[in-house]
């Protein structure tokens, strides 16, 4: 049906890119790229980290001019367009920080924009209140969230972040966008909320709305449907209707290299028991009682809402647990402060590691010896840096980060390799025990892969593993078993290697109360 | 509870609609705490001494709250943008006193009418330097203003005077004089409500009509929620910080000759030195010092507690030197008080 769809609208194309060139200084960003949208489509632009993706996103949207190339905006052709022009063509970008104005409230952010637009900009006129609300109740309606005035009242701060991804949304479709394209719109949705998000972009391709995908989902890719184009290194690698792809097949198309999308996990976990929770109590946590054996990789996962945030930020020390007992290597300990944590010998990799784990303005260098500083320095407080950046390469080198250059900021690293960064400081201390929150999101393939061979590395070192994640296939290709938690309780265990996504997903909906009957 | 809020994606979208609660009230609307607090003052110092309740108190509250309300009134406009200026009071400081040498020295007959309009011209003058100074330096307001603090004052003493001017041109004490609501008290006594009082409700309504009604009012907000963001959906930077500290500096003009009129006396020296007490009103009425959030009743809340402290204190035997003390602790406990709130989100 959307082949057809396809060849029916072939005539009117809504954005064609032709040969489009883009240079940064001396970096070919882009070579060559040819690309027609046609209205009424879905896409879903896929490629690593650094393919080029984000860069073709802001040449439609107008934040940057292409070096060279034409592009076909109704018919008419540019050589480069501006944001006003991007907009008025019905182009709207939802971009993965979402661009929402916190303090203002939900109708605010999705309806003033047009008024904004309506007045050419200028500031000193009235604005009119009732087609605020008006604009606004029809784009959330078409969002699929709700309209009555208490929610139209809401401040943006004060919506969990699924539904802000939702307002985003309504904004872009608020000024009869006919190109929407979405920044990694799923990267903190939940799967429910991954539903109602599909749902609007089909209510928007039946309105021959266009929507251009910008993912590391593949799932998502596939229950969407449309066509897949693949970046790799600045070019188009392929074009065509996403279900005549496998997922082994894009992985492929888009590292170059052909990745095993097996299970990870080989290695068993020893008998001796390395950490042993006993009914930890933190916000959103209650009694929870598990343990870990030495070597072993334990995957826990759940809802948004379902403690395992929580729980993951307790273990490290950086929400400290209420009640419980924790014993790790047969001592008692308490993690009162992420430094005590550390004290103990567990390490810490958080979901945000823009916010809470990397110093982005300073070196590799500098990211990977932070938590042995102290150790490197003499007794005069003089850091030895010749020591720190030997043992700051073989980290790197471990982690198979794609540049040799130690003095790089970190912030300009891709999303993968800054991850690389911040598990390889963990390295540097030789944690008994590694938490990881979320390790691949916002991560692309080739990372993943990386990432996933480290921690399997680490387990066979004998070191114990919790991987906090609402990535299944992750959990059920790396872990060995897999908690899933609801309302702060464990609601399942699965033996990882044996349950299927559907079983655990069916779990995370289980409320504690129906697995208690 | 909980199966209902992961199976009903609206019900977790809008947590707003929860029950009526005090602390959901205070989060939404701290200038609440501002009310409260300044009702209980009221109460506790009527009980203490029922000389508080007489018309003539009242009546110094209103009159001493009009220049202190004015320049909240431009912090405030300013503080919902994100930014903050200290130069408030250099400029009301350089528009009272210019404008009475000129009108002294040079243009003696000039109507009073006028001479206000001047002040507020002139102040707006000034207030664009700093708008188009935070704009273009990019450097953030506070020091901007610290800078053009210094600058205005510094040219006003240089190279315009630094005379006290003890008498007046007639025109302005006259109108510092002129009644709105006249009578006589129970002891004999005349009582006047000014009527440059009026001033501030009419200002304070302007205000409000500018932030709640028009398209800048909500882009002074958008800049203050996140300019980044703010710009990139259009909203232009420039133009927001021109009218900004173009509308503060034009009250601080306007505060600055209501200022002179009102003391029939015009001192080069007075005024700076009191920025420090508005903005307290100001953040007192529930504005965040970070930006983005505040209403004018609040400001004008959080001013009338100051003004009440500073002048009650007296009336129930607390002597004048502790005003520092209790209004510090406010600050303090208001403060305290509004971050638990929000941190409880």
Redesign the interface.
Same mark, same amino acid.
Do not use: C
């Given at each position: 049906m959307a082949a057809q769809a396809h060849s029916a609208k072939q005539s009117a194309s809504l954005l064609e890119l032709r040969n489009i060139q883009k240079w940064f200084g001396g970096v070919h960003a882009l070579r060559g790229i040819d690309l027609t949208l046609q209205p009424g489509e879905a896409y879903h632009l896929l490629g690593e980290n650094g393919c080029g993706k984000s860069t073709v996103i802001k040449i439609m949207s107008g934040a940057h001019a292409p070096t060279s190339g034409e592009i076909v905006l109704d018919g008419e052709t540019f050589s480069s367009l501006t944001?006003?022009q991007s /907009?008025a063509a019905g182009i709207e970008t939802v971009y993965q920080?979402l +661009?929402? @104005? #916190?303090?203002?409230t939900v109708a605010?952010n999705v309806a003033?924009?047009e008024?904004?637009?309506n007045?050419g900009?200028?500031?000193?006129?009235?604005?009119d209140?009732k087609r605020l609300k008006e604009t606004a109740e029809r784009a959330l309606a078409a969002a699929? /969230?709700?309209t009555?005035r208490?929610?139209l009242?809401?401040?943006v +701060?004060? @919506? #969990?972040l699924?539904?802000r991804q939702?307002v985003a949304i309504a904004r872009a479709i608020a000024t009869r966008a006919k190109l929407v394209i979405m920044d990694e719109p799923t990267t903190s949705l939940t799967r429910?909320?991954v539903d109602?998000l599909i749902r609007v972009v089909e209510r928007l391709r039946s309105e021959n709305v266009a929507v251009l995908f910008v993912t590391h989902k593949l799932d998502e890719c596939y229950r969407i449907g449309g066509y897949a184009v693949v970046f790799r290194d600045g070019q188009c690698v392929a074009q065509g209707p996403i279900e005549t792809y496998s997922k082994k097949e894009l992985a492929e198309l888009m590292t170059g290299r052909s990745i095993d999308a097996q299970r990870y996990r080989t290695g068993k976990p020893s008998d001796a028991e390395l950490l042993k929770v006993d009914r930890l109590v933190a916000e959103g946590v209650r009694e929870m009682s598990f343990s870990l054996k030495k070597g072993e990789i334990l995957g826990i996962t759940g809802?948004a809402?379902s403690g395992r945030n929580e729980l993951a930020m307790a273990l490290a020390g950086v929400a400290p647990a209420t009640g419980g007992v924790v014993t790790l290597d047969g001592k008692t300990v308490s993690m009162r402060s992420p430094a005590e944590a550390i004290a103990r010998g567990i390490g810490y990799v958080p979901e945000d590691r823009l916010a809470e784990g990397l110093f982005l303005d300073k070196s590799i260098f500098e990211n990977e010896i932070a938590l042995i500083v102290s150790r490197l320095a003499n007794s005069l407080g003089v850091v030895d840096r010749e020591e720190g950046r030997k043992i700051a390469a073989r980290l790197s080198e471990e982690m198979r980060l794609n540049t040799k250059d130690l003095n790089l900021p970190v912030g300009a690293l891709s999303g993968g390799n800054q991850q690389r960064v911040l598990i390889g400081r963990w390295l540097s201390i030789a944690p008994k025990l590694l938490v990881l929150h979320g390790p691949t999101v916002g991560v692309d393939v080739g990372s993943k892969d990386t990432i996933y061979r480290v921690i399997q590395a680490l387990a066979e070192a004998g070191m114990g593993l919790v991987i906090v994640s609402d990535d299944l296939p992750e959990l059920l290709q790396n872990a060995d078993r897999i908690l899933v938690m609801?309302?702060g309780r464990v609601v399942a265990e699965m033996d990882a290697g044996r349950a299927t996504e559907d079983e655990l997903y069916k779990a995370m909906?289980t409320?504690?109360?129906e697995s208690a009957q | 509870m909980?199966?209902s809020?992961?199976e009903d994606?609206?019900g977790?979208?809008?947590?707003?609609?929860a029950p009526f609660s005090l602390g959901e009230l205070v989060r939404?609307r701290p200038e609440s705490i501002t009310f409260a607090l300044l009702v209980a003052i009221c109460v506790i110092v009527a009980i203490a001494n029922p000389a508080f309740l007489q018309p003539s108190t009242l009546i110094d509250i209103g009159r001493a709250s009009v220049v202190m309300g004015l320049f909240a009134l431009g912090v405030f406009v300013i503080l919902a943008a994100g930014g903050i200026d200290v130069s408030f009071t250099a400029i009301a400081a350089f528009a009272m006193y210019s404008m009475t040498v000129l009108v002294q020295s040079y243009l003696p007959g000039l109507p009073i009418v006028v001479i206000i309009l001047m002040a507020t011209l002139g102040g707006a003058l000034l207030g664009i330097i700093n708008g188009l100074l935070v704009h273009h330096l990019k450097v953030p307001s506070l020091i901007v203003t610290i800078g053009t603090q210094y600058l205005f004052r510094g040219f006003l003493l240089s190279f315009i005077g630094t005379v006290w001017i003890m008498s007046l041109p007639p025109q302005m004490g006259a109108f510092g004089r002129m009644p709105l609501v006249q009578f006589e008290s129970a002891n004999g006594a005349l009582i006047t409500l000014p009527f440059y009082f009026l001033v501030l409700p009419v200002a304070a309504f302007v205000t409000w009509w500018i932030l709640n009604?028009?398209?800048?009012g909500?882009?002074i907000?958008?800049v203050?929620?996140?300019a980044d963001?703010?710009s990139?959906?259009?909203?232009?930077l420039r133009?927001?910080h021109v009218?900004l500290f173009g509308y503060a500096g034009a009250l601080a003009g306007l505060a600055g000759i209501i200022h002179v009129c009102a003391n029939r006396q015009a001192n080069p020296f007075d005024l700076v030195g009191t920025e420090i007490s508005v903005i307290a009103a100001v953040v007192l009425g529930g504005a965040r010092i970070t930006g983005?959030?505040g209403t004018v009743l609040g400001t004008l809340l959080g001013v009338l507690l100051i003004v009440v402290l500073n002048s009650v204190l007296v009336l129930v035997g607390i002597p004048s030197t502790w005003q520092r003390l209790v209004v510090g602790s406010f600050i303090l406990l208001a403060a305290a008080f509004f971050v638990t709130r929000q941190r409880k989100?």
């Open positions: 944001p006003i /907009l920080d +661009s929402l @104005l #916190p303090n203002l605010e003033l924009s008024q904004l637009v007045a900009g200028r500031l000193a006129l009235l604005f209140r699929g /969230l709700p009555d208490a929610f009242n809401t401040i +701060s004060d @919506l #969990p699924a539904s939702l429910r909320e109602n809802l809402d609801n309302n909906l409320t504690a109360t | 909980s199966a809020r992961t994606l609206h977790a979208a809008a947590p707003a609609r939404r009604r028009t398209l800048m909500r882009a907000f958008a203050g929620g996140n963001i703010a990139r959906l259009g909203y232009s133009t927001v009218f983005g959030t989100k």
